[in-house]
């Protein structure tokens, strides 16, 4: 008969007092390889898991298709799952991310070594399994009141794009394309790719 192995769950948030420094904070995530490491404006550190196998294959579509509308022009900078201090005090990280070229200009050969301190002009959010429905789009709320132009919740679950914009409503896309607009006009993201990476091989 073998033995049931019983691993404690470690905590998905912590506060530190006295509260780490952005210095330290970036510290920390840097430190925690296998794991995402966020920071909320009121302090709390939150631990989110790796991506698992099809979440992760499905947000290297979004990544190579975003990078592609990039080459396509080749203005501003494309990121992963990067860290952003943002100025509500907050430190998130997107699956994917788009800054214009004025902006992106500005940033320092030292400031790109590190977490950059500014907010992303478009952002997308994968959600995955690991993953609450509602505290993403709490997060994609907050990308919002921080700058983001334009937020896209990609739900590979039930096939769709919450489409979020400061001042309006949250817009629900059923297509198998998403449109960019604003910052990411003329981006066109395939959403068919996109779900085939959830989809077994033949």
């Not at 970036?26 to 920071?39: D, F, G, P, T």
């Not at 995955?128 to 009141?145: R, Y």
């Amino acid at each position: 008969m073998s033995a049931i192995l019983e691993i404690p769950a470690l905590p998905r948030s912590l506060v530190l007092d006295p509260p780490l420094t952005d210095e330290e904070f970036e510290k920390l995530c840097l430190a925690s390889e296998n794991a995402q490491v966020e920071r909320t404006k009121e302090g709390w550190i939150e631990v989110e898991p790796p991506s698992a196998g099809f979440a992760s294959d499905a947000n290297s579509e979004i990544i190579y298709q975003l990078r592609a509308w990039w080459h396509s022009h080749k203005g501003g900078r494309v990121f992963d799952s990067s860290g952003f201090f943002l100025p509500d005090g907050s430190m998130l990280s997107p699956d994917a991310a788009y800054i214009r070229k004025g902006k992106s200009r500005q940033i320092t050969k030292e400031e790109g070594q590190h977490f950059l301190h500014l907010c992303p002009d478009f952002i997308v959010e994968l959600l995955s399994p690991s993953d609450s429905l509602a505290k993403t789009k709490a997060k994609l709320e907050a990308w919002i009141k921080n700058g983001v132009e334009l937020g896209w919740l990609v739900d590979c679950y039930r096939k769709q794009v919450l489409v979020y914009e400061p001042g309006k409503a949250v817009r629900v896309e059923t297509g198998n394309v998403v449109e960019g607009i604003g910052p990411v006009e003329g981006f066109r993201l395939d959403l068919l790719e996109v779900w085939a990476s959830f989809q077994l091989e033949e």
